[in-house]
C-alpha cells in the first residue's frame, strides 16, 4: 500500500499552482484525501492532524502533488467542497496521545472478544482502530448474517469510555487488515499492494487445469484466492488454440479420449476408452488437428502411438551430482562407532588372554608352556599365509 511519488522534484509549469489536497495514510490500509488550507504547507512523510468530524485524527502524509489528482480519480474520489481539511502539523504531544492509544488496542481487542461472547453473538471481531484523539473507537468485524448489537455498543462504550463504531467488512478485507503469509511464501497481495477485491469462480481453475480442491484453492480468507486472476486473460488466449476437452480421436485400434492439456507446451494426452489402464498418450496440437482432419474425411489411423511424443531423456550434466557426499542418507550410521567397539573387543579379549595365560602358566610345566606358546604363534603365522595366498 505504499506508493512512490516519481513527480517529486519536477517543476511545476508556470502558471500553475501546485495540488491543494493530499493523501493520509492511517492503520493498516486505510487511506483518506484531505485539503491544506491556505499558506499550510506538508511534505511526505509528515504526520499531520486531520479534521474526522467530530473530533480529530492523527495519520502520516504519504503523496502530495499531481499524483494524488491521478489517484483520486483512479479511485472515484471528487474534489468537492465535502473533502475534509488538514487542521495542522503534528506536535510532540499529539503524537504521545497517538501512540499512547495505538498501544491500547491489543488490549481492546481482547476484552471485546470477551464482552461479544458474553452477549453470545455470531460474528467475529477482527481488528479494533481507535482515532488520534482517543475519543473514538472503530470496531471491524465480519458475520454470515444480520447481527443486532444494539446492546453489544453500550457495553463496549461503557467498558472503554470511548464512542463506538461497529464497521462490517468482508473476509477479504479482513484478511488485508490483519496480513499474513501466502503458499507462495510472500506476504499477502491484499496487505500489500491489491485494492479492489473482483469476484473469482471456479472457472478460473479450470481454465488453468488446476485441481479443484478448496482446500488448495482457497487462500488466508477462506475464499478462492485472487491470484487465480492474474494469469487467467493469457490462459483463456492460450486455450482458445486447443479443440474442446470433448474432442474424440477415431483410430482403428478404438476411440480415445481427452485425459489433460499441457496449454503452453502445445500438447495433449489421449486414452483409450477400451483399455483405460493403459497410460495416455502425449500427442502434439499440430498431429491432433491432422487426425481430427482424417476422421473429418472418414479416413482413420492405425494408432496413435505413431503420433506420440517421445520423451526427452535429461542429459547426464543438467542432473543433479551429489559432488560432496552430504546428501548420503547413510553419512550418519555408526561406522566410526563400529571401529571403536571393535578395537575395544579384541583389546578386551587380550587382555583377558593374557590373564589367562598367566594364570594358567603356574598350573603347567615350564617347558611345556613354551613349546605351546611356539606351537600357537607357528599356527598363526600359517593362518596368515594361507588367507594371503588365497586372497
Keep these: 500500500m505504499t506508493v512512490f511519488d516519481w513527480l517529486e522534484g519536477v517543476p511545476i509549469p508556470e502558471g500553475q499552482r501546485p495540488f491543494d489536497i ?87 481487542l481482547t476484552r471485546a472478544r470477551g464482552i461479544i461472547a458474553d452477549h453470545k453473538l455470531e460474528m467475529k471481531l477482527g481488528d479494533v482502530e481507535y482515532q488520534g484523539d482517543g475519543t473514538k473507537c472503530t470496531f471491524y468485524y465480519t458475520a454470515e448474517q444480520r447481527v443486532d448489537f444494539r446492546e453489544l455498543v453500550k457495553a463496549l462504550a461503557g467498558a472503554f469510555k470511548v464512542r463506538v463504531e461497529m464497521r462490517q467488512i468482508g473476509a477479504r478485507q479482513e484478511s488485508a487488515r490483519i496480513g499474513g503469509i501466502g503458499v507462495c511464501g510472500r506476504e499477502l497481495c491484499c496487505s500489500t499492494w491489491l485494492t479492489d477485491f473482483r469476484s473469482v469462480s471456479t472457472g478460473a481453475a479450470r481454465y488453468q487445469q488446476l485441481s479443484l480442491n478448496p482446500q488448495k484453492l482457497a487462500g488466508q480468507c477462506g475464499k478462492l484466492k485472487c491470484c487465480l486472476n492474474f494469469e487467467l486473460d493469457q490462459y483463456k488466449e492460450a486455450v482458445a488454440q486447443f479443440p474442446p476437452p470433448s474432442t474424440k480421436l477415431m483410430t482403428r485400434k478404438g476411440k480415445a479420449g481427452h485425459f489433460k492439456t499441457d496449454i503452453f507446451g502445445g500438447r495433449m ?72 567397539r571393535g578395537r575395544g573387543r579384541k583389546r578386551g579379549r587380550s587382555k583377558g588372554g593374557a590373564t589367562n595365560q598367566a594364570q594358567a602358566a603356574p598350573a603347567s610345566g615350564g617347558g611345556n608352556s613354551g613349546s605351546s606358546g611356539k606351537r600357537r604363534k607357528k599356527r598363526r603365522r600359517g593362518r596368515g599365509n594361507d588367507k594371503g595366498s588365497n586372497a
Design 269 to 340: 494426452w489421449f486414452q483409450y476408452f477400451d483399455d483405460p489402464t493403459a497410460s495416455p498418450i502425449p500427442i502434439d496440437l499440430e498431429d491432433v488437428r491432422h487426425i481430427m482432419e482424417m476422421n473429418a474425411r472418414g479416413e482413420k489411423p492405425d494408432d496413435l502411438q505413431g503420433y506420440a511424443i517421445a520423451e526427452e531423456a535429461a542429459p547426464e550434466d543438467a542432473l543433479y551430482g551429489d559432488v560432496v557426499g552430504q546428501d548420503d542418507v547413510g553419512r550418519f550410521d555408526s561406522q566410526g562407532r563400529n571401529r571403536g
Design 22 to 108: 493530499v493523501e493520509v495514510r492511517f492503520k493498516r490500509n486505510r487511506k483518506g484525501y484531505y485539503r491544506i488550507g491556505q499558506g499550510r504547507r506538508v511534505q511526505t512523510g509528515d504526520v499531520a492532524v486531520v479534521d474526522a468530524n467530530p473530533g480529530e485524527d492523527l495519520g502520516v502524509v504519504s503523496l502530495t502533488g499531481e499524483l494524488v489528482r491521478a489517484q483520486m480519480k483512479a479511485k472515484g474520489v471528487k474534489d468537492t467542497h465535502e473533502i475534509k481539511k488538514v487542521i495542522r502539523k503534528a506536535e510532540m504531544e499529539d503524537i504521545n496521545t497517538w501512540q499512547e492509544v495505538r498501544n491500547r488496542e491489543q488490549d481492546t
